[in-house]
């Protein structure tokens, strides 16, 4: 076969012979025949009656085509209504009536009517050829006027013309399939199945179809305009797509093609070229000219037809389309529009069918394991064994990556950038919907869902003033346990245990407070790298606790008590998964400049206190999917919202792999945050102060960072504390860590 028709739909076999051949105009290359030829020529020629022209040459107009008394009639059982073409179109065939009656109008001489190819350049005879379609257009059924514009589109049978409702200005796509040709007759039958199958659909997933008429070269079906032309002029432009833009995209696909398999239609041509995209980026299926009934056994005609590389193996043996068959398309394009390039491609064609039937391709190894899972289901060589519509959208492709409700237009041409807030609440509720159904009972106490430090609202974006700092303590103030890490019981006393660290943390804060000298001012501080938590995100109604550390690392520590973090490159791994050198893929929320500097090298997950699993990004397995897309969330939220924020911090030591948030416990005023190596950090929410006590004996350290002061922290070391003794706001802040650590 031809290669270059491989992206052509084919139709061959029982019912639908093979072969079937272009329309004229569709093939430049072939020949019209020359008495066809002078007749074009000679009314291309001819003075044709424009919109509001003499009334003798509309009311012929409107009379019938062709200078006709009347429209040719449709076959009694044919679908397909005659139009009439009304004056001011720029074809003779749709207005000036057959080459002999027309040619009686010409002011042209003879002679040059007899040798057109000799006065007219190719483009000239191109252009003319382009102009077949009457400019006005009017439906006799429906009495609408149209006007035809553009020319949108060439298919291998059909034209597409964008098309204006005079009266209403609605705007419509015109598909105009010539009714002329050696296979007419075959031709036909295929746009009256069309019209017959596409006029009874009705659904925001598929291709609107407003109307039909015919005249006599023509069928003409209005259909919805799709500005957005079709998924495969975005392929084109972009060569591959994003998995969150290829959730959306399927989702619509599914939606559409689950309407038209329960109405036992099978579209046997689902491809990117069909998938048409509205104004607002809504995709459509499109152009069932080869879609077909299913019979009783779920199986049409033993037919070899639509396009080869997306043909099913049942196909390619002519065991005939089913459902099932459609569901393979969507494993090809799927594969396709994330890799680039289609599952089966191989020439000569006899090879390319026996990989289908062998469900032989190339593995994409670069592709998520979720998205590889879901493309070898969908490519099962026993239809049998591919996913019903519904159970595909159940798949952890669909349920463990974000999906975006809607893409920006600019996504035809570059990837989107999705960005969090304002719709930031709707993509974690989404996420968070399989999370909580995995997690186990909630923390005993809740609090609002806030973000920090110094922020409080009930989502992240959303930022309220909390109380006065200072204010006295009273009921409003009581102490929540926002989130705690699971405890094994044979671990509470190990280092890195909740109980343990609580304790330490409390030694620490009551080192600092005994020094009991009230400084008039702090003493003489340093800047020392620190690890803490610049950025933190209060979700523990629904999620938990998100943080992002100064080593660029971020984590969450979740209802359940687990445990995710996404460590950077530079960490020791040391975990018992796997760990492999890829680079990391997209993120669920792609913010690109953040994610970039995210780069995580591994993720680290804590089920419980004393269990530590390291993965890379790619082998996260589907269970702990649903955490990883919650904790890529956050991070990306967080990153983002500390570069706005401008936030520096001091070059510090990556964190281990098993450092984990064992605690966080808050007030109105303050939110403590206990992590596994003893680091305790109290952030105040409305003087925006923040307290770390970190390290151990001689590498203690006080660090604070205080509106105003170094953006890096000053740290203070116990020695220097207890010589010179702490300021009374200082010991304010230790007073109020010590109360919240105390109610854990
Ligand atoms: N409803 C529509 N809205 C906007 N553009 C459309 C619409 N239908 C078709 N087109 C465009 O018109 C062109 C021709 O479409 P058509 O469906 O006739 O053929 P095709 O699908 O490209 O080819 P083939 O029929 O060989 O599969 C395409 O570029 C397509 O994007």
Redesign the pocket.
């Known amino acids: 076969m031809n290669p270059r028709l491989r992206g ?2 084919l139709c061959e076999g029982t019912g639908e012979s093979t072969g079937l051949r272009f329309p004229r105009w569709a093939n430049p290359t072939l020949s019209t025949g020359p008495r066809r030829r002078r007749g074009r020529r000679a009314v291309g020629l001819s003075l044709t009656p424009g919109w509001g022209q003499s009334s003798r040459h509309s009311t012929r107009a409107l009379a019938g085509s062709h200078g006709r008394p009347g429209p040719a009639p449709p076959r009694p059982h044919s679908p397909i209504r005659p139009a009439s073409t009304v004056g001011g179109a720029q074809s003779g065939d749709a207005t000036g009536g057959t080459g002999r009656h027309r040619a009686t109008q010409s002011p042209l001489p003879l002679r040059a009517r007899a040798h057109p190819a000799q006065m007219e350049s190719r483009s000239q005879r191109r252009r003319r050829s382009r102009q077949l379609v009457a400019a006005f257009l009017h439906d006799p059924g429906s009495g609408r006027v149209y006007r035809r514009g553009k020319l ?7 034209r ?1 013309y964008k098309l204006t409702d005079m009266s209403t200005s609605a705007v419509f ?1 015109l ?1 105009v399939v010539p009714r002329g040709g050696a296979g007419r007759l075959r031709l036909r039958g295929k746009v009256e199945r069309e019209i017959a199958l596409h006029s009874r659909l009705r659904h925001r997933n598929i ?1 609107a179809f407003h109307g039909h008429f015919a005249d006599r070269d023509h069928v003409y079906m209005v ?4 500005s957005r ?2 998924l495969a002029h975005v392929l084109k432009a972009r060569r591959t797509l994003t998995e969150p833009e290829v959730r959306y995209y399927l989702r619509g696909v599914v939606s559409g093609l689950r309407y038209l398999h329960q109405h036992r239609i099978v579209h046997r ?1 689902l491809k990117p ?2 998938f ?1 995209l509205s104004q607002d980026m809504e995709v459509k299926i ?2 069932l ?1 080869l879609a077909a009934r299913v019979g009783p056994a779920g199986h049409c005609h033993r037919v070899l037809c639509g396009t080869p590389s997306f043909q099913a193996p049942e196909v390619v043996s002519r065991h005939g389309h089913s459902c099932k068959s459609d569901i393979w398309a969507l494993g090809c394009i799927m594969y396709t529009v994330l890799t680039g390039t289609p599952p089966f491609t191989a020439t000569p064609l006899s090879e390319m069918y026996q990989n289908i039937r062998d469900g032989h391709y190339p593995e994409p190894t670069h592709l998520s394991p979720s998205a590889r899972n879901l493309i070898s289901r969908l490519l099962a060589p026993d239809p049998a064994e591919r996913p019903s519509l519904d159970h595909l959208l159940e798949d952890d492709f669909f349920t463990q990556g974000f999906t975006p409700e809607r893409l920006p237009p600019h996504s035809c041409h570059s990837p989107p950038v999705f960005a969090f807030p304002p719709p930031l609440s709707r993509l974690f509720r989404k996420v968070g919907q399989l999370l909580l159904t995995q997690c186990r009972a909630s923390c005993p106490f809740t609090s609002k869902e806030a973000s920090g430090p110094g922020e409080e609202g009930t989502e992240p974006d959303h930022v309220e003033p909390s109380s006065e700092e200072g204010a006295p303590l009273c009921a409003k103030s009581r102490v929540h346990i926002l989130t705690l890490g699971t405890r094994r019981t044979e671990l509470a006393d190990s280092k890195g245990s909740l109980a343990l660290q609580v304790e330490l943390a409390t030694r620490k804060l009551r080192l600092c407070l005994d020094t009991g000298t009230v400084a008039a001012q702090d003493p003489q501080g340093e800047q020392r790298p620190v690890l803490w938590a610049p950025k933190w995100v209060d979700y523990s109604l629904k999620y938990g606790v998100g943080y992002q550390l100064s080593d660029g690392g971020s984590g969450v520590l979740f209802r359940d008590g687990s445990h995710m973090a996404l460590r950077p490159p530079g960490g020791h791994s040391g975990g018992r998964g796997r760990r492999r050198k890829t680079p990391p893929q997209a993120c669920g929320v792609r913010d690109r400049d953040s994610f970039r500097s995210l780069v995580p090298s591994h993720v680290s997950y804590q089920p419980d206190q004393g269990t530590l699993w390291t993965f890379t990004l790619r082998d996260v397995p589907s269970p702990l999917r649903a955490k990883l897309a919650v904790l890529r969330l956050f991070a990306c939220y967080m990153q983002r919202r500390v570069r706005e924020e401008g936030t520096v911090s001091m070059p510090v030591t990556p964190a281990s792999p098993d450092l984990s948030l064992l605690g966080v416990v808050a007030d109105s005023r303050a939110l403590l945050l206990l992590f596994s190596n003893g680091t305790l950090q109290v952030s105040f929410r409305t003087s925006q102060t923040q307290l770390v006590l970190s390290g151990e004996g001689e590498g203690f350290l006080l660090t604070l960072w205080e509106p105003g002061g170094p953006s890096t922290g000053v740290s203070y070391s116990l020695d220097a504390l207890q010589s010179h003794g702490c300021t009374p706001t200082v010991q304010q802040h230790l007073r109020q860590g010590l109360r919240l650590l105390q109610s854990v």
Do not use: H, M, T
């Open positions: 052509r739909p949108i589109g060439k298919g291998a049978f059909s597409c796509a598909k291709v259909l919805e305009y799709c032309q079709s041509d070229s069909n048409f499109g152009d000219g």
